[in-house]
T-cell receptor, first 110, second 117 residues
Framework: SQTIHQWPATLVQPVGSPLSLECTVE??????LYWYRQAAGRGLQLLFY??????ISSEVPQNLSASRPQDRQFILSSKKLLLSDSGFYLC?????????FGPGTRLTVL | AQKITQTQPGMFVQEKEAVTLDCTYD???????LFWYKQPSSGEMIFLIY??????QNATEGRYSLNFQKARKSANLVISASQLGDSAMYFC??????????????FGKGTKLTVNP
């Protein structure tokens, strides 16, 4: 069966510091991968998606970037965090009909 | 653009009773999917049920059923025999095809369900 991992689970970072969040998927090959962000009390907003290694599409222009160095690895990065980057970051993988989410990373920027 | 509207910020239900969570959508796509996810306080998003726009029968998964009314653009979630563990946020979402054959999900703002003993 497929499983999706994210780390770290929680992160507190100062403004202006870099960020790297990692997502890995097991049990499937060449999955579509997604990064979503959930602001406090809100629904999810798609940030990036990837249909293959090195292929990244951005939905919202912002302070973040994504990379997919391996088939089942998806990384979310920032060179300098802003206060507005705080939120709950969820990685997901998709099959033909459904997207399945990881446990998420709660990021607080101070 | 795709849009999901969940008009109930909070809902309360007694244990063992049924509850309906409302969801209306707007899309110009001919083909799309409708989803419901559960988010407990731990934060994880748990997939509950899926309905394709061309599916004529309402989807069911255990105690969850999706009341799909295409002409009214509604996709309400019905939870039967509520349990205390059903207390959580519930999100409705619609899929939209994007470049490369991938699909993105557009989410509503959610409904907080509280099940009372």
């Amino acid at each position: 069966s497929q499983t999706i991992h994210q780390w770290p689970a929680t992160l507190v970072q100062p403004v202006g510091s870099p960020l790297s969040l990692e997502c890995t998927v097991e049990g499937t090959s060449n999955p579509n991968l997604y990064w979503y962000r959930q602001a406090a009390g809100r629904g999810l907003q798609l940030l990036f998606y990837s249909v293959g290694i090195g292929q990244i599409s951005s939905e919202v222009p912002q302070n973040l970037s994504a990379s997919r160095p391996q088939d089942r690895q998806f990384i979310l990065s920032s060179k300098k965090l802003l206060l507005s980057d705080s939120g709950f970051y969820l990685c997901a993988w998709g099959d033909t009909d459904t997207q399945y989410f990881g446990p998420g990373t709660r990021l607080t920027v101070l | 653009a795709q849009k999901i509207t969940q008009t109930q910020p909070g809902m309360f239900v007694q244990e063992k009773e049924a509850v309906t969570l409302d969801c209306t959508y707007d899309t110009s796509d001919q083909s799309y999917g409708l989803f419901w996810y559960k988010q407990p306080s731990s934060g994880e998003m748990i997939f509950l049920i899926y309905q394709g726009s061309y599916d004529e029968q309402n989807a069911t998964e255990g105690r969850y059923s999706l009341n799909f009314q295409k002409a009214r653009k509604s996709a309400n979630l019905v939870i039967s025999a509520s349990q205390l563990g059903d207390s959580a946020m519930y999100f409705c979402a619609i899929s939209h095809l994007v470049q490369g054959g991938s699909e993105k999900l557009v989410f509503g703002k959610g409904t907080k369900l509280t099940v009372n003993p």
